[in-house]
C-alpha cells in the first residue's frame, strides 16, 4: 500500500483509525478519531469518509461516528472465533445455568486474552470482563491457561515483563509466575484468587482444537470464598464437549 508522507502505509492509518474505538468508546467525532490515531485532520476526515461510504463505519443524526454493520458482518465470516463460539454456546448455556455466576470464552490473541462470550445472570457476582473485551495473561485465569500452553517464545515474551499489577493479587514476579504456569499444566487447570478484583476467583480450563492444541480458555468468576470444585467440574465436562463438537478426539 501507498505511504504517506509520514511513512504510514494505507493500511496502518486504517487500522489506527479503527483502534480508536474500544468497548468503552464506541461513538466518537471525526475530529476524535484523528486525534487519538494520530492522524491530521484532512487526513482523518478522508479516511473517515470513505470507511463511512463503503459501511465499515457509520455516521448518525449527529454526525458521530460508530462502527458500522457492514464491517461486523465481513469479520464474521468464516471466522475461526465465531466457529468456536458457535461450538461452545451449548455447554456453556448449560454452565452457567448449573454453577449461576459469569461464563466465559476467551481465545489467545496478541499477547492477551480476548473474550469471545460471556454469560451471565442477574445473580452472579462482580465482573469486569466483557465480550471482546481483553485483559492480560498474567493477571485472569483464562490468561494463565493460555499462557501455560502457549509457545515457549510468546511465554518468555510476557515473563520478561513489565507485569502489571491489578490487584494486590496478581502476580507480578517472573519467577512467580513461572511456577504458576507450570502449575496450570500440572493439574490442568487455573484458579485466580484476588488476580484482576478482590472479590472475584477466576477459574479456568483448557479447550482443545481437533489438531490437540490449546484453542481456548473456558472459565468461571466466582465469589472469592465460593468453593471452586463444582464449578471445576463443570467446566471440565463442558470442554470436552466443545472439544467434539469442534472435532476434537479427547
Same mark, same amino acid.
Given at each position: 500500500?501507498?505511504?504517506?508522507? %509520514? /511513512?504510514?502505509? !494505507? +493500511?496502518?492509518?486504517?487500522? =489506527? ?74 455447554s456453556m448455556e448449560r454452565v452457567q445455568s448449573r454453577v449461576r455466576e459469569h461464563t466465559q470464552l476467551a481465545i489467545l490473541e ?13 445473580? %452472579? /457476582?462482580?465482573? !469486569? +470482563?466483557?465480550?471482546?473485551? =481483553?485483559?492480560?495473561?498474567?493477571a485472569s485465569s483464562s490468561g494463565l491457561v493460555l499462557l501455560a500452553y502457549a509457545d515457549r517464545a510468546l511465554q518468555e515474551r ?18 512467580l509466575l513461572r511456577r504458576k504456569l507450570a502449575e496450570v499444566r500440572t493439574i490442568g487447570h487455573a484458579v485466580a484468587p484476588g ?56
Amino acid at each position: 500500500m501507498a505511504n504517506s508522507p %509520514s /511513512g504510514d502505509s !494505507v +493500511t496502518e492509518r486504517l487500522i =489506527r483509525v479503527l483502534e480508536t474505538f474500544t468497548p468503552a468508546r464506541t461513538v466518537q467525532t471525526a475530529a476524535d478519531i484523528g486525534r487519538r490515531a494520530g492522524l491530521p485532520a484532512s487526513s482523518a476526515h478522508r479516511i473517515v469518509g470513505e470507511l463511512v461510504d463503503a459501511g465499515m463505519l457509520e455516521r448518525d443524526d449527529d454526525r458521530r461516528i460508530r462502527i458500522g454493520m457492514r464491517l461486523w458482518e465481513l469479520a464474521t465470516r468464516s471466522s475461526h472465533a465465531l466457529r468456536l463460539r458457535q461450538a461452545a454456546m451449548p455447554s456453556m448455556e448449560r454452565v452457567q445455568s448449573r454453577v449461576r455466576e459469569h461464563t466465559q470464552l476467551a481465545i489467545l490473541e496478541q499477547d492477551e486474552a480476548l473474550f469471545l462470550e460471556r454469560l451471565s445472570s442477574p445473580e %452472579s /457476582g462482580s465482573n !469486569v +470482563t466483557r465480550i471482546a473485551g =481483553r485483559l492480560p495473561l498474567h493477571a485472569s485465569s483464562s490468561g494463565l491457561v493460555l499462557l501455560a500452553y502457549a509457545d515457549r517464545a510468546l511465554q518468555e515474551r510476557v515473563l520478561s515483563g513489565p507485569l502489571m499489577s491489578v490487584t494486590s493479587e496478581t502476580i507480578t514476579e517472573p519467577s512467580l509466575l513461572r511456577r504458576k504456569l507450570a502449575e496450570v499444566r500440572t493439574i490442568g487447570h487455573a484458579v485466580a484468587p484476588g488476580y484482576i478484583e478482590a472479590v472475584s476467583t477466576g477459574v479456568a480450563v483448557p479447550v482443545h482444537d481437533e489438531t490437540g492444541d490449546v484453542a481456548a480458555a473456558l472459565s468461571v468468576v466466582l465469589r472469592r470464598d465460593a468453593p471452586t470444585e463444582p464449578a471445576l467440574r463443570e467446566l471440565f465436562a463442558a470442554a470436552r464437549e466443545i472439544e467434539r463438537a469442534l472435532g476434537g478426539r479427547r
